[in-house]
């Protein structure tokens, strides 16, 4: 089974900025995904990226101030995170599979994910 690893989670003031990192041994032909769980509240798919073509989802609520990519070459799949806010803290978590067909569907419908173990972000002043 796929390992995925996060990395770059922490605490940061309202408004700044945080990358992270989702890495496993090989990331080449999976969709890739960012989810987050907060306190009493479900998981929710925040960003995903194709396997081929880059394209990309993002939810309504990180449109404008979240970025993902990936680099093949390294395995890695990033979630840059700029203008964060409070609600924006919660654990985050990489997710990877090999049966989405778009990046909506892998943030949607997750179907044969694997997962990471998650990171916490918290944004508070």
């Known amino acids: 089974q796929l390992q995925l690893v996060e990395s770059g989670g922490g605490l940061v003031q309202p408004g700044g900025s945080l990358r992270l990192s989702c890495a496993a041994s090989?990331?080449?032909?999976?969709?890739v995904g960012w989810f987050r769980q907060a306190p009493g509240k479900e998981r929710e798919g925040v960003s995903c990226i194709s396997s081929s073509d880059g394209s990309t989802y993002y939810a309504d609520g990180v449109k404008g101030r979240f970025t993902i990519s990936r680099d093949n070459s390294k395995n890695t799949v990033y979630l840059q995170m700029n203008s964060l806010e409070p609600e924006d803290t919660a654990v985050y978590y990489c997710?990877?599979?090999?049966?989405?067909?778009?990046?909506?569907?892998?943030?949607?419908?997750?179907?044969?994910?694997?997962w990471g173990q998650g990171t916490q972000v918290t944004v508070s002043s």
């Open positions: 090989d990331l080449r032909y999976y969709y």
């Open positions: 997710a990877a599979s090999s049966g989405a067909t778009t990046a909506q569907a892998m943030c949607v419908v997750r179907p044969l994910i694997s």
